[in-house]
């Protein structure tokens, strides 16, 4: 077996496991908190939240696999009420109200901000709704954390673009795209970037993306172009798949013969599709079945009042909380070479989702008959 399938496979097995001890454990108060709901009778009903549905993770793998584990967990009859922000944090805070009103017995949130978020955090918790922070570590009293490595994603970027440089290195500049000052995690993947790239190429220009909006990386895309000169440009640090796709636009537009290696982010459809055409250098695959299996079993467990001993194996500090439970998954560089070996696999697609009419040839090039 593939190496990186083999740590994603042992991942998801970690956390099947660690479900299964949560669903045999003690049935005691969690952490001694009086908000558990060990005395819950009938269905559970379980809240989900999340960010924004211009990246296409969210809705087309995080969704069905969190509700997926939380019915295999707590029975069909399960209630899921769920709802997206739109990358609206106001909504996002209604949404935590309404909620509250129809007394979930748990919550799993990802927080479009996760500062403004922290007040809506600790209604909820007043309540005795116990949060999990799914993908961004929120703000507030939360009671649980899943997320991939997210330094280490940022790492394997700037590591990516620095091999395919090679001598190149030194013979221009990089532009860094950055994600949202809103997101936490767009600071840990600049900081991971930053660790390996720093000293080793220069960074003609860099940029915080507001929203993560491919729309806006088009128009910073542009202005580095513009004050760089497209001959400077040697490659570009994106943080994510949407906006490498308006980065690619720029340059496209700008008259690149030839394009410059261009990172990326989530494993994207359309993302795999130019990384296959050559449009789009790499992005980060992460495996999204563990850390949705990690959120729906913490997120039942807390609903029942068990401890999270068996699932969460370590601990995290946000800005508020301090030794929050937390899984944490391990991300995987995706490069032309690595598709063929994630097609199919449980949060990945099919060879009939990304070989269409248009990507035949690319797809037959790149072994994926």
């Known amino acids: ?63 069905p696999l969190i509700e997926k584990k939380i019915r295999e967990l707590a029975g069909k009859d399960t209630e899921i009420l769920y709802d997206n922000a739109k990358q609206d944090p ?6 935590v109200d309404t909620m509250i009103t129809k007394k979930v017995d748990a919550l799993i949130l990802d927080a479009v901000d996760a500062k403004s978020i922290a007040a809506s955090v600790k209604k909820a918790n007043d309540k005795g709704i116990p949060v999990v922070a799914y993908d961004r570590l929120a703000e507030g009293p939360i009671k649980a954390y899943t997320s991939v490595d997210n330094e280490r994603v940022g790492r394997i970027q700037g590591e990516s673009l620095l091999k395919e440089l090679g001598d190149k290195a030194g013979q221009g500049e990089i532009v860094m795209m950055n994600g949202s000052i809103t997101d936490p995690n767009a600071k840990m993947y600049k900081d991971g970037a930053h660790s390996v790239l720093d000293g080793k190429v220069k960074i003609g220009k860099e940029y915080d993306t507001k929203e993560w909006k491919p729309e806006n990386a088009n128009e910073n895309m542009k202005g580095a172009i513009s004050s760089l000169g497209k001959d400077k440009i040697i490659g570009v640090y994106s943080a994510n798949d949407g906006m490498a ?51 729906a079993s913490m997120a039942v467990a807390l609903a029942q009042g068990k401890k999270l001993d068996g699932i969460a ?18 991300p995987f560089a995706l490069t032309k070479a690595d598709i063929s070996k994630y097609v199919g696999q449980e949060g990945f697609f099919t060879k009939a989702e990304i070989c269409t009419a248009k990507f035949q040839s690319a797809c037959a090039e790149a072994g994926l008959k």
Do not use: W
Request: proline share 5%; net charge positive.
């Open 313 to 330: 194996k370590s601990t995290v500090d946000s800005a508020t909380e301090k030794k929050v439970p937390s899984v944490i998954v391990t």
């Open 245 to 295: 796709g308006g980065i690619i636009t720029a340059l496209k537009s700008a008259g690149f013969i030839k394009l410059p290696p261009v990172t990326g982010q989530d494993a994207e459809l359309s993302a795999v599709q130019r990384i296959l055409t050559g449009e789009q250098f790499m992005s980060v695959y992460k495996p999204y079945q563990p850390e949705a299996d990690a959120a």
């Open 90 to 95: 106001s909504v996002q805070q209604q949404q």
């Open 1 to 63: 077996m593939n190496t990186h399938l083999r740590r994603a496979a042992v991942a998801t097995a970690a956390v099947s496991m660690a479900l299964g001890l949560a669903a045999c454990g003690s049935a005691k108060e969690a952490g001694g908190d009086s908000d558990t709901k060990k005395d819950k009778k009938g269905p559970l009903t379980i809240g989900l939240l999340l960010p924004e549905n211009q990246t296409a993770r969210y809705e087309r793998f995080d969704k």
